[in-house]
């Protein structure tokens, strides 16, 4: 996405987006320079809700079950859960050291009991399934089954259920393809590095923020901080469009110049040997898949041609019968 800088090139699109944060850093370029606090501080107030309006860093839930995720799990107490500390903020984003279990990185803030982010999620969307559905939440299977069928578009109804059904099941599938696993990956610590090299779990923050740095009067840096609160902090940026659209995990970044966005295109569309095998194993797999989709609807309709047949057989048979002619020694 163009946002310094984009002046000097001009690019030509029909964007929308494009041409705000384009506008947007202009703007803040020319309030740094004049010094107008108050004019700087209305454009970060719109760059943060520009941001807000694409990107986000939790989980749509509904509203019933965002107030159950975020408060204390004692049902006597009225506190909500907070990062436990920085310290184990850093612990959790260094190597596992064979340990069998999330670490308790949640406390409340009032009663200081302790508690897991995934527990939290899970207890939520139980409940949450349990209020509309009437049923558990569903299983890593089931939430695979929902991805190849597709989600439904997001219900034009004034019917409350129906919208936090929906919302359930984009909770579900975002809680699946969009968290990074507390166990981490290889990947994360590539070039032996000691940390995540993702930053997992995230700083937590109760708003997103947008604060500049300031280098001999004019702005030198911009950072950037989605909101993401403490039981999120394992969630990773994204798009709830795409995602409830395209059924797939995506990542956003808010690009500040045109070598930023240059290198993530060409790092995202690279050649290598493991994406063309990545590429060749998603074809084998849709290529299964659609054999057994294709088995199973000739089988339902070789059951339904043989009903048709029954009945056709049973409306061929004629169940009439004459009756016999009365014989004189009747009488």
């Not at 703007?27 to 809700?49: P, V, Y």
């Not at 064979?98 to 009663?111: G, H, K, P, T, W």
């Amino acid at each position: 996405m163009w946002y310094l800088d984009s002046n000097n090139n001009d690019p030509e699109t029909s964007n929308k987006d494009q041409h705000e944060n384009a506008e947007i850093g202009n703007q803040l370029i020319n309030a740094s320079t004049n010094g107008d606090e108050s004019h700087l501080k209305s454009i970060l107030n719109r760059l943060e809700r520009n941001i807000d309006s694409y990107s986000v860093g939790e989980l749509k839930l509904p509203d019933i079950e965002m107030a159950v995720l975020l408060k204390c799990s004692n049902p006597s107490c009225l506190g909500k859960w907070e990062l436990h500390s920085e310290e184990i903020l850093l612990k959790m984003r260094s190597r596992p050291r064979n340990e069998d279990e999330e670490r308790e990185a949640l406390r409340c803030s009032v009663c200081g009991i302790r508690s897991r982010c995934t527990d939290r999620i899970n207890a939520a969307l139980e409940h949450g399934y349990l209020r509309c559905y009437q049923k558990s939440r569903p299983n890593k299977e089931e939430i695979l089954n929902l991805i190849w069928l597709g989600l439904p578009k997001q219900p034009d109804s004034t019917d409350p259920i129906e919208n936090d059904r929906w919302l359930l099941d984009v909770a579900v599938v975002h809680g699946l393809l969009n968290i990074h696993d507390w166990r981490h990956r290889a990947s994360c610590f590539k070039n032996d590095r000691d940390r995540c090299r993702y930053h997992s779990p995230h700083a937590t923050v109760n708003e997103t923020r947008v604060t500049p740095e300031f280098n001999a009067g004019n702005i030198d840096k911009i950072n950037i901080e989605i909101r993401r609160r403490a039981v999120f902090m394992f969630l990773t940026d994204c798009n709830p469009t795409v995602l409830s659209v395209l059924n797939c995990n995506n990542c956003t970044r808010y690009v500040l110049n045109q070598l930023v966005s240059l290198y993530y295109g060409c790092y995202t569309s690279k050649h290598t040997d493991e994406n063309e095998k990545a590429l060749a194993e998603l074809m084998r797999a849709l290529n299964a898949y659609e054999a057994k989709v294709n088995v199973k609807q000739q089988q339902a309709r070789s059951a339904h041609q043989s009903r048709i047949e029954l009945e056709e057989e049973d409306e061929s048979i004629d169940n009439s019968f004459d009756l016999p002619s009365p014989l004189r020694s009747d009488y």
